[in-house]
């Protein structure tokens, strides 16, 4: 059992309440003075019953959503929104030749040298895999054609032309996406743009990595994750063939326990992995040897609904991994989710969201339990600060501030990024223009100050307006009058 959950009990909390109210992510200070609080009788009251407590957030002083800015962003009072990359657009004057990618996904956030940072994004830019990716197996033929490893041949044909091609041209150039980085000075200007990750198709999250590179994955059916360096010239990326064939998401990174865990999202029914590794291929203040890395998946014990009432222990099995598509070769016994996204790893516990039942999950690895700590239909939810916000709807990518406040970005839902606070308090933080039946909120990353968030519209225009796969895209840089608790590694050369 976690450690924490241990001193819950001994002062006579139920763990679910403290998962539930706490999340136990509060990075050992302030897990430590909850458990103090609770025992001194020192509470904050909230809505949650007797002996629940809560740290005090700043985003609770936050306020209702104003009106939308001049970049159409509705902010709360005291914040304030930028541009800082549009699709097709330079995003530096003095860089004219490099063109912001369409379709913003995730993002991440890198510590450089000199006190700056860097933020990477990925594009989700369509090309055929995704067009006929779902093609059901009796049109063999089409769906061969369509498959990753036909359009790698295709495309070593046609690269020698795509640099004369917009990135953004859908439906045409095979292996459409990768990742591209803007990098920051210690005072916040942008001094530089560039692709890091290219060739690759439909990047859709990843995972900062401590060792300061990036995983990401490319979300369809026979899809590969790679990792790359957030640097300009920082080496080639590496495709990662032991983390499965399948529609990557997000990834998360556990160094004691020695694995990566990471998402899938097909179609609605998906199934949650990891990729372990023994002490002797990932070495203690080292990184992991990819190629001797082992798939597995969850199998929750009792079933998903047993993990709603939670605790439900879990095991791990072998995946079957011979460079099939996952999909192609799933194992009965793996739990299925309903459209894993967003994962996070911290203190010892491993929080995933699934967009199907908009709920969020957290994996304890002591105790080898998992269950749900957000799910709308454990009654109401909304906002303190405006009770006509309603509940988090297409619950996405998510990130984490070391202290347990969760940004969750919605997919459709009402184009927003909420904060889910410890005690289960939702707070709408931003919403972005567009209609969120055509576009969504991605990317979100915190600045290593953590007084900035990067968060991209993902299918949308500078004016708001939204665009068809392959048209859109703009990233926004949010300044909060507050700073929050977070640790973005140094970005290095892979």
Known sequence: MHPDLIKAEQQGLTRR??????????????????????????????????GASQRNSPFRTMGPLMPPDANGVQLPAGFSSRVVAVVGEAPLATNPNFKWHSDPDGGGVFATDDGGWIYLSNSEARDATTAFGQIPKELSLLSTLASRDSLEVVGSLLRPITGLLPLSIPLVIPFQGGVSALRFDRDGNLVDAYPVQRNTTTNCAGGVTPWGTWINGEEIADGYMFECSPLRDGGDPIRLDRFGRKAHEMAAVDVAGRAIYHTEDLGGNERFYRTVFSAQDWPVDGKPNYANGVLQVLVVEGGIEAARQGPAAIRWINAIDDGRPQNQVYLAEATIFAGNEGVWFLNGLVYFSTKGDDNIWVIDTVGNTVESIYDPADGPVG?????????MFGVDNICMTLDGEMVVVEDGGDMRAM????????????????????????????????RRIYVS???????????????????????????????????RAL
């Open 17 to 50: 309440i403290f998962l539930r109210n706490l999340f136990l992510t509060a990075g050992g200070v302030a897990a430590a003075s909850w458990l103090t609080a609770c025992g001194s009788g020192d509470s904050i009251s909230n809505n949650n019953g007797p």
């Open 383 to 391: 906002s303190p600060v405006d009770p006509n916000e309603p509940a």
């Open 419 to 450: 904060v889910l606070l410890p005690d289960g308090v939702t707070i709408p933080l931003l919403r972005l223009p567009g209609d969120p039946a055509q576009t969504e909120v991605t990317g979100p990353a915190f600045s290593p100050d953590g």
């Open 457 to 491: 519209n993902q299918r949308a225009l500078r004016n708001g307006k939204t665009a068809p796969f392959g048209a859109g895209g703009v990233v926004y840089e949010i300044t909060m009058p507050f700073a929050v608790r977070v640790s973005a590694p140094l970005a």
